[in-house]
């Protein structure tokens, strides 16, 4: 199927929905209103890797909102149609919003300006200059990315520990047989794209120093601790 990655699409096990969820899910549609979905209105497909692992590497297909010029919010399948798992979310927020973090928070964001230059970055099926209008913007952005769905594991559920993500900052890092084949199933060039976007600049005051995990490794750990709770005040009578 064009524009599909099957090789880390883990099959779900259960039963098929059946024929009165189908309608159910009809009606309920056709009654509420799904504005936070609604408000999805770009597809942007890119690449991810483990925050402690740069070999273990997912395609990832952002559906992107703005709540506003400065900040939108991304739900991330492994593929664009609608069999995709939802594997994690980013939320992407321009230079100015990102000063504003605290140090120990910057290093959970990456930097976007790799990503558009090298053209590996992309909106599938939007022509290139349209594209360039919006990823201009973008190159500017930091992301902080949370996968939660192990899909390159083979997981057939969303298993263990919700993951920090990072993103390709210089040539050499993405995996050349997961270069190609998006290329092929979207008939692109990263290579072209690299030469069309080379006019494109990065952020104002150039990539911080603690973005991007500080050029270390960062992996998600669970801790078991004591469980505060508050006494209860209520008066039983």
């Given at each position: 199927?064009?524009g599909?990655n099957?090789?880390?699409?883990?099959?779900?096990?259960?039963?098929?929905?059946?024929?009165g969820?189908?309608?159910?899910?009809?009606?309920?549609a056709?009654?509420?209103?799904?504005?936070?979905v609604?408000k999805?209105?770009?597809?942007?497909?890119?690449?991810?890797?483990?925050g402690?692992?740069?070999?273990?590497?997912?395609?990832?297909?952002?559906?992107?909102?703005?709540?506003?010029?400065?900040?939108?919010q991304?739900?991330?399948?492994?593929?664009?149609?609608?069999?995709g798992?939802?594997i994690?979310?980013?939320?992407?927020?321009?230079?100015?919003?990102?000063?504003?973090l605290?140090?120990?928070?910057?290093?959970?964001?990456?930097?976007?300006?790799?990503?558009?230059?090298?053209?590996?970055?992309?909106m599938?099926?939007?022509?290139?200059?349209?594209?360039?209008?919006?990823?201009?913007?973008v190159?500017?952005?930091?992301?902080k990315?949370?996968?939660?769905?192990?899909?390159?594991?083979?997981?057939?559920?969303?298993?263990?520990?919700?993951?920090?993500?990072?993103?390709?900052?210089?040539?050499?890092?993405?995996?050349e047989?997961?270069?190609q084949?998006?290329?092929?199933?979207?008939?692109i060039?990263?290579?072209?794209?690299?030469?069309?976007?080379?006019?494109?600049?990065?952020?104002?005051?150039?990539?911080?120093?603690?973005?991007n995990?500080a050029?270390?490794g960062?992996?998600?750990?669970?801790?078991?601790?004591?469980c505060?709770?508050?006494?209860?005040?209520?008066v039983?009578?």
């Amino acid at each position: 199927m064009e524009g599909v990655n099957v090789s880390t699409h883990p099959e779900i096990p259960g039963e098929p929905t059946q024929t009165g969820t189908a309608l159910l899910e009809k009606a309920t549609a056709a009654i509420q209103g799904f504005g936070p979905v609604n408000k999805i209105h770009q597809h942007l497909c890119a690449f991810h890797f483990y925050g402690h692992d740069m070999t273990r590497q997912v395609e990832a297909h952002h559906f992107c909102g703005h709540l506003n010029e400065e900040f939108r919010q991304c739900l991330i399948y492994d593929r664009p149609d609608d069999d995709g798992r939802l594997i994690g979310l980013e939320y992407i927020v321009s230079e100015e919003l990102f000063l504003t973090l605290p140090d120990d928070e910057k290093k959970f964001w990456h930097s976007h300006e790799f990503e558009v230059k090298s053209g590996v970055l992309f909106m599938p099926g939007v022509p290139g200059p349209v594209q360039r209008q919006d990823l201009e913007k973008v190159a500017k952005t930091y992301g902080k990315v949370i996968h939660f769905w192990q899909v390159d594991k083979g997981d057939k559920l969303p298993l263990g520990i919700p993951q920090v993500m990072m993103a390709l900052t210089r040539d050499g890092q993405l995996h050349e047989n997961l270069a190609q084949d998006v290329e092929n199933r979207y008939n692109i060039s990263f290579e072209k794209e690299r030469e069309n976007r080379a006019y494109i600049k990065g952020p104002a005051h150039g990539i911080h120093p603690m973005a991007n995990a500080a050029g270390k490794g960062l992996q998600t750990v669970l801790r078991e601790v004591d469980c505060k709770h508050e006494k209860s005040t209520r008066v039983f009578v």
